[in-house]
């Protein structure tokens, strides 16, 4: 159990680390990308409107567009164009028609102005186009241009770079978080461990007295009494017998918290487990007016102590004729699956609240009262779990489709 909490509280460090991790990246990463495309969309605005600015007609244009802007402008292409749409200066001397095929040109020419990018050879640009005014009248457009692919380099190296250190930062967190969860579940661990001790050494001490308790009473009532005492005597002892039950069960925990390992290598038979076993509960599942449907039940050998299979498959069988009403059928179905031994457990009782899925292997959980008429401690379910953990298996439990609840045991397969 500390150590499934140690392993959640793990990912919930890691998991609000990488969560910082990815906002401030990808805040990091759009702060860039903006500000570089700004710098672009000022550079090529800035030769355009150098270029509105001049009084010179389109036809005399060429050479003084391209005198003018260089220097720090000089990745910007320009290009002059006539309202009847054909080039008049091309000083970079790009190739001019994947610029102007688009809508770009013909919305400048009704007189606003236009951002957009294309994709020309392989290679994105940023276009702005402006109409130019000459006597309120548009005679021609400007078009300016600016290749984005050290835009694109620059942020897909930002990018690597973003994706290296998150990579570094969430193995880092991991690591950090395993830390930080085991100093803090430490004095759990050490209240857990204290608690075990006592559950265990209290479930040593209480057996003697219920012992004495349980043949006492059995002694009072082979004497002749009156039928009150007879009952209050007869009370005792079933309290008695049911408190040793309760006893035996933390005991088991107690024993299973010590030792979680596998302890044993030997194989069983779930085919033959499964029929000895209902055989030894036949009276208890006549005097509950049930019966066994024993459709699939193949012949697999599970790498697991046949006597912790008795056990779970007693457990599982107990729970549905302690939890279900008179009648259905409890179906049992054993098969292998891949590398497991599986045996399913089914009934066709009220089946359990979705929200008490969860919890329903843990101690001394107790579902709706629909489901749990009867009285119990709650450990059934528990020592089930353990058990089939031990043996390096799991065990879930869901509500069944046509009604009822189903466990699934799966064990590793010999």
């Known amino acids: 159990m500390i150590h499934r909490a140690r392993l959640r509280l793990t990912v919930w460090y890691a998991g609000i680390f990488v969560a910082m991790l990815l906002v ?7 702060t860039m990308r903006r500000t570089l495309l700004g710098e672009i969309d000022r550079g090529v605005q800035t030769v355009v409107d150098g270029v509105r600015s001049t009084e010179l007609e389109l036809d005399d244009h060429t050479s003084d567009a391209r005198r003018e802007y260089h220097g720090e402008t000089a990745d910007v292409f320009l290009l002059l164009v006539r309202a009847d749409g054909r080039v008049a200066s091309n000083p970079s001397r790009v190739e001019a028609e994947p610029f102007l095929s688009g809508d770009l040109v013909r919305t400048a020419l009704t007189g606003r102005t236009a951002w957009m990018t294309v994709e020309a050879e392989h290679e994105h640009f940023r276009l702005y186009a402006a109409p130019i005014m000459r006597r309120g009248a548009v005679v021609g457009v400007a078009l300016g241009g600016r290749s984005l692919s050290t835009n694109e380099r620059d942020l897909n190296a930002l990018l690597i770079t973003l994706i290296a250190a998150g990579a570094a930062g969430t193995a880092m967190a991991v690591g950090g978080g395993y830390l930080l969860a085991g100093r803090a579940l430490q004095p759990i661990e050490v ?6 001790r006592f559950v265990g050494d209290a479930s040593h001490e209480l057996r003697s007295p219920l012992a004495v308790i349980r043949a006492s009473s059995e002694l009072l009532l082979r004497e002749p009494l009156p039928e009150a005492q007879r009952e209050s005597i007869a009370e005792i002892r079933d309290t008695s ?3 040793a039950a309760l006893v035996d069960d933390l005991l088991a925990l107690a024993r299973l918290d010590h030792d979680r390992a596998r302890t044993s290598a030997e194989a069983c038979d779930l085919a033959d487990v499964t029929h000895a076993t209902i055989q030894s509960l036949h009276a208890l599942t006549e005097a509950h007016g049930s019966h066994f449907d024993l459709a699939r039940v193949d012949s697999v050998v599970a790498q697991v102590d046949e006597m912790d299979v008795r056990r779970v498959l007693r457990a599982l069988i107990e729970n549905v004729i302690a939890h279900t009403p008179v009648g259905p059928a ?6 292998r699956d891949g590398r497991f031994a599986v045996m399913l457990v089914r009934d066709h009782g009220p089946g359990v609240p979705p929200q008490a899925l969860a919890t329903l292997f843990e101690r001394f959980t107790r579902v709706d009262r629909a489901r749990t008429p009867g009285s119990g401690s709650g450990l059934g379910l528990a020592i089930v779990a353990g058990l089939v953990r031990r043996a390096g298996g799991s065990v879930t439990a869901r509500n069944a489709p046509g009604g009822g609840l189903e466990v699934e045991v799966r064990l590793p397969a010999a």
Do not use: M, T
């Not at 409890?330 to 098969?335: I, K, L, M």
């Open 330 to 335: 409890v179906e049992v179905d054993a098969h």
């Open 191 to 196: 209240a857990y461990e204290r608690q075990r």
């Open 24 to 30: 401030l990246g990808a805040a990091a990463y759009l």
């Open 241 to 243: 017998l049911e408190a």
